[in-house]
């Protein structure tokens, strides 16, 4: 099976170059193609930081971050972007839609900023917004409630056939049947698209549905269940 | 105060610790040196400027009770220049002094003053700033005028130079004036006028301070400058100081609030909020001490007005200028603080406000447009009173619509680029599309406020450069005749008129005109043709009507009946003297070189005018308000500056929040360039869209009294001037909205 990403020794300091701090230390994680997987920690444990490594905003110390065989260490800004732009999906907390488009508008943003025209981005759009549930397309995105705008942000997270899904905190401020609604739809992306999935939660429900569970604490990450596939 | 320096302290510590804290210090700082510099503006021109009151007073020569009561049958209303004449010639023999106050213009058409002084008494005190009074044939020169004037020999035109007058003796450093006491029989005696000292009561002066020493002409009334410092440059200062507060208060309203709830009492908090400000306090405090320091140790020459800030008048009132910095910048950190405060009471008040004008009310500024535009056919332009109203209520029909006019354009031309760019998924269109239909008023709030202010400054200089019916005839006249006609007067003076004629410029045509009644014109028959009229037979006069041709200035000049004159066939060069006033007229077909002709005549009309435009004198009552108007561009300047400063502050607190909102998907689709193009638009949209409104309207609306005849030709410095603030300031707000935005994506983490 591809590996969607690997994350090998990875190690991520905070602070300047003279006064830092390690707050992630030996990282190994390996998340497949159709696979699915959830990280788990208290608020502060470093999440949103691995993450920030796994797109390649933020430097690591030490070991690599590979995303489909490309190590991003050895790629420029832009190639870098590139690849951002075309393998990631990801899902904020908050959604993070812009409200000045429409629910549709948003889905198709990131296909029309990757080169594909117009109409094609609108049906890709119209398509991953049906798969989410998601069908009256008319109401404006502020009008949207928690559970919509986090489905919104999921088929938007999907609309250029990412290799990989980031999550993170997806269902935070979300009530139980919105959770499970948003957290459905979540997790059939694997197993639809054949992409990989990590997700950062501190969500025992949320984590529950995932391939393999790691827990993220004192910046060393350790599996606490076995895979169920 | 209990705990006051940890409150000062902790206020500092969480600024500098607080996200933002380099754009709120120089938000802050901005507005208060902006207050600052407003305020030591005002005192020092209320110091410098207003002090020259004093000084015109102490220099204006006063009468005698028995000077007036001779004058009585004049001042009656019906004056007898016969019986005028008659009674001066008697009481200067007796006055202590007698004098006269002439204007004059250097060959660049700048005026100066030319005081004629003679002593007739021993122990009287000489002009102020003059050391001694002049002997015949000398003169004493201001040093602005011996500048001005140097390449002319200025120095010499008037006799020998005795020196220089001192500041004491003059309004403002730039004041062009001379003293000078003619040779015995170069004035007639009647001409000057009796005196008994220089300052006294006001009830004694013959003249007013504008009347002898020429205040209109580049001096401006110092309450009208007060009051344009006042209202466009301390109002806007304050309005900068409550925007800075506005667009910092987010910010702080959340300390603010948790020490409320830790239980800090009202002073404390005070105290925290001023530890806050400290740094741009700081800063500003420093630079006004700067500014204050400069103003009394160097002459200070104002753009634009050419206005120089006397040092040494400062100098003695510096501790007032250090009470006006310290009030403009405690005033301002209080405007800044309260408006603070009042923001955090504000916090729940909805983001935008969805402007619902009805659709009537888009055409309100247009309508108010048409109808000013009708006026010059509507109501006659002499009925001033009623032209004045007219055009008033326009101009307010104009303002009153400017903001909805706005709201409708942003409306209007967002829905319309919305349509065309959505079936396009046009990031950038659509996003900057939707925020202004979202809310229209973030860009039509600020740019009707430009627009008001720029139109009110504009409609100031309307107003001052508005013209006199004497003063707008003058000027209609000396352009209809474009140049081709110049006039000198000369009292007694046919000798220095012959001298005149025999050093006139060959091409020009000299005639000779009296002031009898009917006026007599003598020229030769060519130089008759030249404006029109026939020539009659030698020795015999012939009445002529001045309908058009180059001589229908004279009725501005002379007293003439329904326009009927006696032309004379004869060489002027050789007339004998028949008239005591009589004007040498040069007339060319082409227009004459001013300055030759006055370097070639000027010695022969001394100490009377040089050949000039005729009816400048009437005119030059609207070149000076034209030069009054130039305290309008410098103010104006100053308080766009200003609007320019608060509207980008605001612009840049907006592209901040828009910025963090935009970053993720920026970052994710690695094609932040839209999302900047949006973000700058909608940060100059502002400032851009202002500008060319109040442009348009603002020159529509002075050219509209501008073609009635009511004002001066517009001049165009503060339009420029406006322009190019709005072009600068949209510039940098697009630049700055930019860089925030990139900024925003390359530090954005999940």
Redesign the interface.
Known sequence: MTSALVLTSVAVDVGTRRKHRRILHNIDLVVDAGESVAIMGASGSGKSTLLAACLGLIPVAHGTVTLRGTDLASCSPARLSALRARHIGMVFQSGELLRELTPLENVALPAVLNGVDAATARSRAAARLAAVGLSDLGSPTDRLSGGERQRVALARALVNDPSLVLADEPTGGLDSTTRDLVVAGLFAVPAATSCGLLVATHDKHVAARADRVFQLSDGKLRPLNVSRR | MKGASAAVTLGLRSRRNSTGALFATLVEGAALIAAAVAAILLAGTHLAYEHRADRDAARLPTGSEEFFAAMEPALDGSPDQRQLLEARARLSAGAPFVLQARFARLSDGLQHSVVLVVRQQDGVAPPPGLPRWPLPGEAFLSSQLLTDGAAEGIATRYGKLAGTIAPEGLTSANERLAYVNPLPGSVPAGQMVPYQAFGGPSRHWWDDPVRVFGDSIGLTPAPYVLVLFLLLAVLPAGGLCLAAGRVTAPARNRRLVTLRTLGASPWQERFVQFGELLPALVVTTVASAGLVSCLVTTDITLPITGYISSAEALRARWIWLVVAALLGLTGGALLVVGRRARAAADSTRPESRDWKWPLWSAFLTPLGLVAAGRLPDLVDPSRRTTWYVSYLACTLLVLLGTPMLLSWIVKGTAAILETWS????S?SL??TC??LL?NPAAVASPAAVIVLSAVIAFQGQFVTNTLGDRARQALAVSTALEGRVAVAMYFDGVRGAQEAIRRTPKGVHVLLVSESDPPEVMGTCEALASVGLTCPPSGQPQIAHLIGGDLQFLPLSIPIDQGTVEVLQGDPAAAAPRFTQQWLVFHSRTAINTEALQEAVVPTTWPNDGPDSPGYSYAGAGFAAAHESTWISLTALFALALLAIAIGCGTYSATLGLGK??A??G?????PG?FVVAAAALAALPTALGGVVAGLLGLRLTQIPVDAGIALPYGGTLLAGFVGVCIVAAAIQCLAAAFVVRTAAWS???
Do not use: D, E
């Open positions: 959505a079936p396009r998924l990031p659509l996003i939707r925020a979202r909102v935009l993720p998907i970052v994710l689709t690695a094609r839209p954005w983490r999940p």
